[in-house]
């Protein structure tokens, strides 16, 4: 397994960036994640728009233009021949004497296995609800610090994952947006959050009958929901049967399901290209 740094191949053993990084030092820095199936990135323009935008916004400096960081990660998927995988691209805020001045960026790249499914489980994922609020929303920073301490509150409610508020007002989950159903409307946040790739494939869609709408909504908007589902580059659309112990609907995830159908099918179209 191989593992990129700074647009050169190391052994995932031998890779390795000084403890001096403000990654380590201050938790600063961001990445961005997409996956590949048979062996070709999905959605990767995207995914680079939203790395670059980010690294813009944390005023970190790209040393490779979109070009070459798009034959890094060719080069990376041709090496390591993990036809179904996640590439997680991390840029940092380099290496600091002081342990707080921003200095030149490392851009680490790394492939893992990941398993593709294409159709939904009977049982839908269980969150809890938490008021949070994420520093620079718009931006996916590597900062993940309030998910991770939390994950025993997670366990602790029998939940898979957490659901994140704004004093009442729904924004996303740690690694998801968030989306509820109801008769006429398919409703997802507009503010305070991180647009998802997958997010904004879903609200391209048509179906008879539904808006898509991106608007404020209470956690009581989505205890009554007819449905609710997370959208993520791994799960694309995927059930919530609960949230803080509240049943959704009626459990039985039509719309959901319809929604995940159709983003398999840009996901297939998006191969082709």
């Known amino acids: 397994m191989y593992i990129s740094i700074n647009n050169e191949l ?10 001096s990084d403000l990654s380590i030092q201050r938790g600063y820095g961001i990445f961005d994640f997409l996956k590949t199936i048979n062996n070709k990135p999905i959605f990767i323009e995207n995914y680079l728009d939203r790395f670059y935008n980010s690294a813009r916004e944390m005023n970190l400096m790209v040393e490779l233009d979109r070009e070459q960081l798009r034959n890094t990660i060719q080069k990376l998927i041709a090496e390591n021949n993990i036809p179904n995988s996640g590439i997680k691209i991390i840029l940092t805020g380099g290496y600091a004497e002081d342990g707080y001045t921003m200095m030149k960026p ?12 294409k159709s939904l489980p009977n049982q839908g994922m269980a969150l809890v609800s938490y008021n949070h609020q994420r520093q620079i929303p718009q ?30 007002k729904v924004r996303e989950c740690p690694r998801a947006n968030f989306f509820i159903v ?4 398919i409703i997802t946040a507009k503010n305070e959050i991180l647009h998802g ?12 009958n539904y ?38 609907g009626d459990g039985k995830n039509t719309i959901t399901d319809i929604i995940n159908q159709k983003l398999l099918t840009l996901i297939e179209l998006d191969q082709q290209v």
Do not use: C, M, W
């Open 197 to 208: 790739i997958t997010r904004s494939k879903i609200l391209s869609l048509e179906l008879p």
């Open 139 to 168: 931006v996916k920073t590597i900062d993940y610090l309030q998910a991770i301490r939390l994950q025993r509150f997670v366990q602790e409610n029998h939940a898979d994952d957490l659901l994140y508020h704004n004093n009442g």
């Open 211 to 248: 808006t898509f709408t991106e608007r404020d909504f209470s956690l009581d908007e989505v205890y009554n929901a007819k449905e609710a589902f997370i959208s993520s580059s791994t799960k694309n659309a995927f059930p919530v049967s609960k949230v803080d112990g509240k049943l959704i």
């Open 106 to 117: 490392n851009l680490i790249i790394i492939q893992t296995p990941l398993e593709i499914k």
């Open 182 to 185: 109801t008769e006429n409307e």
């Open 10 to 19: 190391f052994l995932n053993e031998e890779a390795k960036i000084s403890v």
